[in-house]
Nanobody
């Protein structure tokens, strides 16, 4: 049973920083792309950042220069370092990974709340 477990969310003032972590556990062969999505109240879920096994990264324009995605292959973990947080970054952040476990499948974490106060 493959699981993604996020941690690191919380309440922070605007301008502050948080680091989210997501660990993949269970029985699987390999992890392909890993990423972070977010969903604010009343809005659609959007891709925030993603990273491939080759180290490539992409970001939504609104977080470029402020957020950094990274991964530790040995620990099956992806991180999202968030700096200069804005009120509009408030959302539930979800970890996402394409994992080969028999077949290639997309998995989601349960979500972690990030709340940025003004």
């Amino acid at each position: 049973q493959v699981q993604l477990v996020e941690s690191g969310g919380g309440l922070v003032q605007a301008g502050g920083s948080l680091r989210l972590s997501c660990v993949a556990s269970g029985s699987f062969f390999s992890i392909k792309t890993m990423g972070w999505y977010r969903q604010a109240p009343g809005k659609q879920r959007e891709l925030v950042a993603a990273t491939t096994t080759g180290g490539g990264t992409n970001y939504v324009d609104s977080v470029k220069g402020r957020f950094t995605i990274s991964r530790d292959g040995a620990k099956n973990t992806v991180y999202l370092q968030m700096t200069s947080l804005k009120v509009e970054d408030t959302a539930v952040y979800y970890c996402n990974a394409d994992i080969v476990s028999g077949a290639l499948r997309t998995y989601w974490g349960q979500g972690t709340q990030v709340y940025v106060s003004s």
